[in-house]
């Protein structure tokens, strides 16, 4: 068997590489770090997280649990790890990203059949060798040309943002309280909670802090939807934080008995709890501005910053005009694409790509045909929203809403996603089953 290129070291790309391997195939698995970083990297270290530390929730009954369920049934390599470095995050599966990362990097590299290839891919001349492409959405210079004249130039952008990482021993506790909404869990969340005066403080400072200097490309600027900044949020009005990623539902501050105005809500970063995620607080406010205004969230008004909220760009291909169901490139039955650049949005949402990817190109090198998972299952829903034509198309991660309604109507919505993830979950192993390697 021949060997199979896989361009990117990230989640979609390492988890395609590890499954590849344990089905014989012998891998070559390009990363362009160390030698060169993406503004938004910073270590040499396989499948290392940007934005969140958070998987999102683990419930079967909910988007990202089904996802990650249907993934553990596809033999997923990174769940088993994240498992194994899961810090506490309510009912959400949130990891110590440099343990994480450091894990996926040992186990790839000890892996028989794959060859870690350092240094940046400049061209995608591999001959008859399949090539799988998961160099994610922060592609550029000569590789991403390469992809754009393969594409028809096809190629879209939009920005992306992450949230800013606080100490925690720098947090005011006495304003600060440990809660989970609705007391479900553990008390795994910081909750800072705004009086009215002080939240109407916050916002109106927000509206008038300085970004930082984004440089234009290609046009029209898009923000996606799911990477919101705090700032852009904020301009819609002054509730929209209040009904969003500030929302007090579900929680009841100690010391007065009464839900807050409004919520900051503060995740761990890893397991000792040293480094806290300001939730929902992705951000472009220039570093300065973001000391000064998230100051002002109760108990961070002396917070030491571990990292800052940036901003950066997210480039995804066309897949819809451009990509087969089975993942490769309309017309290059070896040229494959995985992960957050075909519109898979989201750290699982790329690694279940790249899990999909893999089996589709294995099935291709033993001459068997192919067919996407069923619709009714989360991937087959992702897999039909991006390959289905859309002129607006725009990244899509794990939601309930793509998933087809069931036969019977179930009102009660708990109910009614533990009965769309029972159905999925058996089309998942029927799809398996037939789609057996």
Known sequence: MMTVHVIG???????????LAGHGVQVNLYEQKPAKFSPAHTSPALAELVCSNSFKAMRVDSAGGLLKQEMRHMGSHLLPIADSCQ????????????????????????TPGITLVEGEVTT???????????SGPLTEGALADQIAGLTGGQQL??????APIVTAASLDMDKIFAATRYDKGEADYLNCPFNKIGYEEFYEALLGAETAELHEFDGK??????????EVMA?????????????PVGLRDPRTGHRPWANVQLRKENAEGTLYNMVGFQTN????????VFSMVPGLENAEFARYGVMHRNTFINSPQVLTPALHLQGRPNLFFAGQITGFEGYMESAACGLLAARALLRGLQGKPYMPPPSVSMCGALMQYITTPNVNFQPMGANMGLLPPLGEEIRDKRLRYAALAQRALAATDEWLAEMSV
């Not at 070291?9 to 499954?19: F, I, N, Q």
């Not at 995608?124 to 998961?134: E, K, M, Q, R």
């Not at 952008?157 to 992450?162: E, I, N, R, S």
């Not at 406010?285 to 000064?292: A, N, T, Y």
């Open 157 to 162: 952008a939009f920005y992306d943002a992450a």
């Open 285 to 292: 406010l220039k570093f300065g501005e973001q000391k000064r």
């Open 124 to 134: 995608l001349h591999f001959g008859d060798a399949p090539v799988l492409i998961a």
């Open 235 to 247: 301009k819609r009005g002054p509730d929209t934080l209040r009904y969003g990623p500030l929302r």
């Open 87 to 110: 810090v506490p995050a309510g009912g959400a599966l949130a990891v110590n990203r440099d343990a994480f990362s450091s894990k996926v990097t040992a186990l790839v590299q000890k």
């Open 9 to 19: 070291g990230g989640l979609a790309g390492c988890e395609a590489a590890l499954w």
């Open 221 to 230: 600027l898009t923000v996606y939807e799911g990477c919101m900044p705090v």
